[in-house]
């Protein structure tokens, strides 16, 4: 009960931090804007307990029973239309509040994630909120937003590290490339996806369980599936 009463006390969301003189916002060659202390200090330690805790790696639906009840709150403050349009007035969408939202979540990574890619085309925009508390003195697992599709090394700007707090968004184009370098470990990681269709929702849905089922049932598999990938791999729809 008291831990429900420090939650409920906290913010979570220090929205202002989209206006902050360091937030940076860009159209070109796609639009994007990547901003810090999204999230509230005070609420790490919570945040913390209540990260679902996926025995596989990569990105799966949200489900309220895997997570506690911090993080339930947060998806909720995430997928408010007024947050959706705050983040679409920035990026040039009117209105991304009016699109279904998908929320998947990732807790760890093998190393055949992160592949060069724009994403799909039923996505409007995507959005990441990192939860990360420390991260290794390397670029590998670091976001990168790029120029094209066959170079990771070609940054539209510097790299961003997937520290507690900090929180990137894009509108999805077929020049919004972007991945990072191969990463094998914990990466955790909040994602907004804005979709075209409720259809599209149910089905990315249903192949994202599939997916998770897959994943636990043969995730020795996945892992060596990845393991010698190219730092410049992608894949593009």
Request: net charge positive; charged share 25%.
């Amino acid at each position: 009960m008291l831990e429900n009463w420090k939650m409920n006390a906290v913010n979570l969301l220090q929205t202002e931090a989209l206006d902050k003189a360091g937030t940076h916002i860009r159209h070109k060659p796609f639009s994007f804007m990547f901003a810090e202390g999204l999230l509230s200090d005070s609420a790490r330690p919570v945040l913390d307990t209540d990260f679902p805790r996926y025995p596989s790696a990569g990105f799966f639906p949200h489900e309220a029973a895997d997570c506690g009840p911090s993080i339930n709150r947060l998806i909720e403050e995430l997928t408010t239309p007024a947050f959706a349009d705050a983040i679409g007035a920035r990026l040039g969408i009117d209105s991304l509040g009016r699109f279904p939202t998908l929320v998947t979540i990732c807790r760890a990574l093998n190393k055949r994630h992160g592949t060069i890619h724009t994403d799909s085309r039923s996505k409007i925009a995507t959005a990441l909120v990192y939860l990360n508390e420390s991260w290794p003195d390397t670029s590998a697992g670091c976001l990168r937003f790029l120029n094209r599709a066959d170079s990771i090394d070609d940054m539209v700007c510097p790299e961003l590290r997937p520290l507690y707090g900090n929180f990137v968004a894009f509108r999805r184009s077929e020049t919004s490339f972007h991945g990072h370098l191969p990463f094998e470990g914990e990466r955790r990681v909040i994602q907004i996806a804005w979709l075209t269709s409720e259809d599209e929702k149910l089905r990315k849905t249903k192949r994202g369980k599939l997916s998770r089922l897959f994943k636990k049932l043969f995730g020795g598999v996945d892992r060596r599936i990845g393991a010698g990938r190219k730092d410049d791999a992608s894949h593009l729809d």
